[in-house]
C-alpha cells in the first residue's frame, strides 16, 4: 500500500508522544533543583586536576609537561613549569605546576587534555553547577580549586579509574623492581670490587734456570 510506511512512522510518533505525558518512563522533565538526573559516567563538563594522597599539592600527579597546553585547542590552559623540585606524596623529587589555570568560559570539554596527558594528572569532571555572575575571574580557576583526589575520580569515573590505577600500580611494581635489581648490582659490583682489592698480589713466577 502505498505511503505504509509513512504511517506507520506517524503512528510510532504519535504514541511517543501522548506517551511523554502519561509513562513515567517517558517523562523527559524533573523537579531540578529538588530532583536530579543520575548522572552517567561517561558525562564529563570541565578538568579537573588529580592528586594521590592527603596533600592536595604534594600529590599532584601533573608534573607541568605542558604538553596539554599546546595541545588544547580553545588554548584556556595557562601553565608555569617549576624551578625547582619536591618530593610528591611517595617522597620523589618532581618538577611541579607553579601556575596551572584553565579558562572555564574558554573550555569546549573536547577532553583533548585528558587523552594526550602521559601521567592521567588531568580528567573531565561532572560538576555542571558553575554558573557565576563574574564571568572572567569567576571562571578562572587555578591549580588549587582544580585539585580534586583520586578517590573523586574513582566515585564519578569508576570504571575509568580502576583502569588507570591498575595500569599505574603495575608500572610502580616494574619500576621498584628494577630499582631493586639496579641496587643489587651495584652492592655485587661494590663487593667484587672491595674483595679484589683486599686479595693479596698474585706473585711472579720463577725465573727458569
Known sequence: ????????????????????????????????????????????????????GNDPMAGLRCVACQ????????????????????????????????????????????????????????????????????RFGGLLVDKHQLAKSNGHYRAIHPTEAAEVDDRLAAEKVKAEAKAKADAEAKAKAAAEAKAKAAAPPTQPPAPAK
Open 1 to 52: 500500500m502505498l505511503g505504509e510506511g509513512m504511517i506507520k512512522g506517524m503512528a510510532v510518533t504519535a504514541k511517543n508522544f501522548l506517551g511523554s505525558y502519561v509513562s513515567k518512563e517517558r517523562l523527559p522533565t524533573i523537579q531540578y533543583p529538588e530532583e536530579r538526573q543520575t548522572l552517567q559516567e561517561a558525562v564529563r563538563q570541565f578538568p579537573f586536576l588529580v592528586f594521590d
Open 67 to 134: 604538553i596539554c597546553e599546546k595541545e588544547c585547542p580553545p588554548k584556556c590552559i595557562y601553565i608555569e613549569k617549576s624551578k625547582d623540585k619536591k618530593p610528591d606524596y611517595i617522597g620523589k623529587p618532581q618538577l611541579y605546576p607553579a601556575t596551572f589555570d584553565i579558562d572555564l568560559s574558554v573550555c569546549m570539554s573536547c577532553q583533548i587534555c585528558v587523552e594526550v596527558c602521559p601521567f592521567d594528572a588531568i580528567k573531565m569532571d561532572t560538576e555542571f553547577e558553575l554558573s557565576t555572575s563574574d
